[in-house]
């Protein structure tokens, strides 16, 4: 496809889920390499992803929707860096949109509530409980299964 004219581009950093963008440790075991791996997937995927698309879009604009996280907002204990990946996706979304907004290019972000995954599990039950503290609607948290019935 040589043009994406009007169309939209969905990003997410998190190519096999949260299971694989995810790793729950605390912030002195944080490694170079876990960090490169969680910016890598979470923050330069978007990056990439999004340049090739307004490189695609024509005269007529188009929209980039970016996946966020509420762990962007609020960080968990042991979530700290990939919580600074979903921040940095957030900020990257309101400079984008200030910059691409007169070639009619719309950027927003979803941050959705999260779901149960390898990921969340690897936190413990604790860590599910925060995340259903800070979903919305106070409600447990779901399986991929569970949000496919």
């Known amino acids: 496809m040589n043009s994406l004219s009007g169309k939209v581009a969905i990003v997410t950093g998190a190519s096999k889920g949260i299971g694989a963008a995810i790793t729950f440790e605390p912030f002195e075991a944080i490694t170079v390499a876990e960090f490169n791996r969680e910016f890598s997937t979470n923050v330069l995927g978007p990056i990439l992803t999004i340049q090739e698309a307004i490189a695609k879009f024509g005269f007529e604009g188009g929209s980039v929707i970016n996946i966020s996280s509420l762990a962007g907002s609020r960080s968990l204990p042991g979530g700290i860096l ?68």
């Open 82 to 149: 990939y919580s600074a990946t979903r921040a940095a996706v957030e900020n990257l979304t309101y400079g984008l949109a200030a910059e691409l907004g007169p070639r009619h290019i719309r950027v927003n972000a979803i941050a959705p509530g999260s779901t149960r995954s390898e990921g969340t599990e690897a936190g413990g039950e604790h860590n599910i409980r925060n995340y259903i503290s800070m979903t919305p609607l106070g409600t447990k948290t779901l399986s991929a299964s569970e949000l496919h019935k």
